[in-house]
């Protein structure tokens, strides 16, 4: 008796991307196995398939890859030459190597998307503190110097004022740096598009990201901005997965300066700025990626309604687990509650809440209250700053 699709994916990574991309594939009938070092990864918990190892060995990839189906992925934490053996052994790899690379390593993403036309901010590679002081000598303190390879949660980024300062950025975050100039922007945008295997192009409605220290707390969708800003955003993120034959979803992260644009990262894969896309639009990131990595017709990017809001739900202080909190964030109303079973960790990303509503302010006070109980704090700022949609 057939069961299902014969449709499978392989996932490199068994985190909360994952777990999510894994309720996608439910009801499509898609087979998935994950790759993950961890036997409890958020995944490997939520009933997937899982392969015990480390996306850092070849060998724990072709172990995945054995599984069958498209090779796909859930985080960046993965040598890029690795992907090529993969690719040269005939495995379908989704993102391909090529596309990869302008996620998993900033170096090569800032050069590639310089040389190819793309607004960046100025940056060159470097390895030392003196590299770091070299750069600000030309381009002036601040500046931000990162790990090329491997950050996330903004982790691995500092702002760096004076030599002293990048000293030690560049002890903790060295040698493979990408040392760039500080954008003072006005706002940080995030567009996520998708291309299937057979070329389609389906592009979200961009959103506004808020960060603090680096981590992403909240993401509003759409983005409070104007219509020409917004379709500016979206030309940008169609063209780059065209110009680099991109195969699954991408999220273009931006910077707002003005009226311009400038790109701070990609990330190809579900991304934490388009959540709100399970509860708000026709089409989840996570089904739209499962759709194209395996050549399906795209789905629907459309709003199903006028605001959202997605707060992330970040450990508290105290190392409690929001778990012990759930009963009294589910008394909210319109709280959609997403808990990705990890231990529970200071700072560490837990969840994430989503509310819909008419205006964002509507959505962002649901939001923002049932993620404050969760992550034991208080809500980030008062509701009094609430926007209402643009139209
Ligand atoms: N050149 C810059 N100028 C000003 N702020 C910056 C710059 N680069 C990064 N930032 C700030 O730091 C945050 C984190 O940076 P970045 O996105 O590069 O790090 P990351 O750890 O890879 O993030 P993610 O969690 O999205 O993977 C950005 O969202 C932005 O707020
Ligand atoms: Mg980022």
Not at 1 to 22: E, H, K, N, W
Not at 203 to 211: A, E, G, H, L, M
Not at 361 to 375: W, Y
Request: glycine residues 8%; hydrophobic residues 45%; negative net charge.
């Amino acid at each position: 008796m057939r069961l299902g699709s014969d449709a499978r994916v392989a996932m490199v990574g068994g985190g909360q991307l994952a777990r999510m991309t894994y309720e996608a594939t439910i009801p499509l009938g898609i087979r998935m196995t994950v790759l993950d070092a961890d036997p409890l990864a958020p995944a490997v918990r939520a009933g997937a398939q899982a392969v015990q190892g480390d996306p850092a060995y070849l060998a724990s990839l072709v172990d995945l890859a054995r599984m069958g189906g498209v090779v796909t992925f859930d985080h960046e934490r993965v040598p890029i030459e690795h992907l090529r053996a993969l690719e040269e052994a005939g495995v379908s790899v989704a993102p391909g190597s090529h596309v990869a690379e302008l996620a998993f390593d900033k170096a090569a993403s800032r050069r590639r998307l310089r040389a190819a036309g793309f607004p960046v901010p100025e940056a060159v590679a470097g390895a030392t503190a003196s590299d770091v002081v070299a750069f600000a000598q030309g381009a002036g303190w601040p500046v931000v110097v990162k790990a090329a390879k491997g950050g996330y949660d903004g982790r691995a980024v500092e702002v760096v004022a004076n030599e002293d300062e990048a000293s030690d950025a560049a002890a903790r975050l060295g040698p493979n740096l990408v040392i760039e100039s500080f954008v003072n922007f006005d706002a940080e945008l995030a567009v996520m598009v998708a291309r299937s295997s057979t070329g389609e192009i389906a592009c979200y409605d961009p959103v506004s990201t808020i960060q603090r220290d680096g981590i992403c707390i909240e993401v509003l969708a759409p983005a409070a901005v104007p219509a020409r800003i917004r379709s500016q955003a979206m030309d940008l993120a169609r063209s780059l997965a065209t110009t680099f034959e991109l195969i699954g979803v991408m999220a273009v992260e931006l910077f707002l300066v003005g009226d311009d644009l400038i790109i701070n990262e990609l990330a190809t894969r579900p991304h934490n700025s388009a959540h709100h896309t399970i509860e708000a639009a026709e089409t989840s990131q996570f089904e739209q990626h499962l759709r194209a990595v395996l050549g399906w017709p795209l789905g629907s990017t459309e709003l199903r309604v006028r605001a959202a809001v997605t707060c992330n739900i970040i450990g508290a202080q105290d190392g409690s687990d929001p778990l012990g909190r759930l009963r009294q964030a589910l008394a909210i109303r319109g709280a959609h509650v997403h808990l990705y079973a990890k231990t529970a960790r200071p700072g560490r990303k837990l969840g994430h809440v989503t509310a819909c509503g008419s205006t964002l302010g509507e959505a962002r006070t649901i939001a923002r209250q049932a993620a404050a109980i969760l992550s034991a704090s208080e809500p980030t700022a008062s509701c009094a700053d609430s926007r209402e949609v643009p139209t």
